[in-house]
């Protein structure tokens, strides 16, 4: 079965520290991996994808195919970064429903 | 450009009326899917189209839900008749056709059933 699992609902850090955002994905084949980021009052966007290995923002996620993982990591935490974000994956075939995790709440401390 | 568009914004029903809800994709793309957000659940793919043909509706959660999607324009959602475990909130996107394509969302429609 399809799954995305992202285990922490609220993350709390405080300004320039290090954000790690969880997900750990389940998929028989090979997925293509997301990070989705909704901002206050805003709709939800695509933050970034595995396959640009592009750094947006000052994220980067690396896919670990073998601890089935694509966490979020940033070095410095800004306010500005805090929103709402959702890990997904779809299958590889192209144009593919999106699965969703619950999403991360992340709140940055000034 | 302007973005992908849904209508209503919030809508409030009572158990047993319907609602229609529409989404305007961007313009010139292909594929429209519909997901929804269950409170404390994830957001749910219900159905894909492309142009105005159903890709898939694997996730369309029963046949009180009908969506249509209009010589290929917009799309809409029909629920009917509408039940209390239908409060969400429908979030509908669109993207090219083409391997990395990415999917643009609505702002999406909060719907509440009372």
């Known amino acids: 079965a399809q799954r995305v699992t992202q285990p922490e609902k609220l993350l709390s850090v405080f300004k320039g520290a290090p954000v790690e955002l969880k997900c750990n994905y389940s998929?028989?084949?090979?997925?293509?991996l997301f990070w989705y980021v909704q901002y206050s009052r805003q709709r939800l966007q695509l933050l970034l994808r595995?396959?640009s290995r592009e750094s947006i923002k000052g994220f980067t996620a690396d896919l670990n195919k073998g601890e089935t993982s694509f966490h979020l990591k940033k070095p410095f935490a800004q306010e500005e970064d805090s929103a709402m974000y959702y890990c997904?994956?779809?299958?590889?075939?192209?144009?593919?429903?999106?699965?969703f995790g619950k999403g991360t709440r992340l709140s940055v401390i000034a | 450009e302007a973005g992908v568009t849904q209508f209503p914004s919030h809508s409030v029903i009572e158990k047993g009326q319907t609602v229609t809800l529409r989404c305007d994709p961007i313009?010139?793309?292909?594929?429209l899917y519909w997901y929804r957000r269950v409170m404390g659940k994830e957001i749910k793919f219900l159905l894909h189209?492309?142009?105005?043909?159903?890709?898939?509706e694997s996730g369309m959660p029963n046949n009180r839900f009908l969506a249509e999607r209009t010589g290929g324009t917009y799309s809409t959602l029909k629920v009917q008749p509408a039940e209390l475990e239908d409060s969400g909130v429908y979030f509908c996107?669109?993207?090219?056709?083409?391997?990395?394509?990415?999917?643009?969302f609505g702002p999406g429609t909060r719907l509440t059933v009372l």
């Open positions: 996107a669109s993207s090219h056709t083409g391997y990395t394509d990415t999917q643009y």
């Open positions: 998929y028989s084949g090979s997925p293509e």
């Open positions: 595995h396959i």
């Open positions: 997904a994956l779809s299958g590889n075939s192209g144009n593919t429903p999106l699965v």
């Open positions: 313009s010139g793309h292909d594929n």
């Open positions: 189209f492309v142009k105005e043909s159903k890709q898939d």
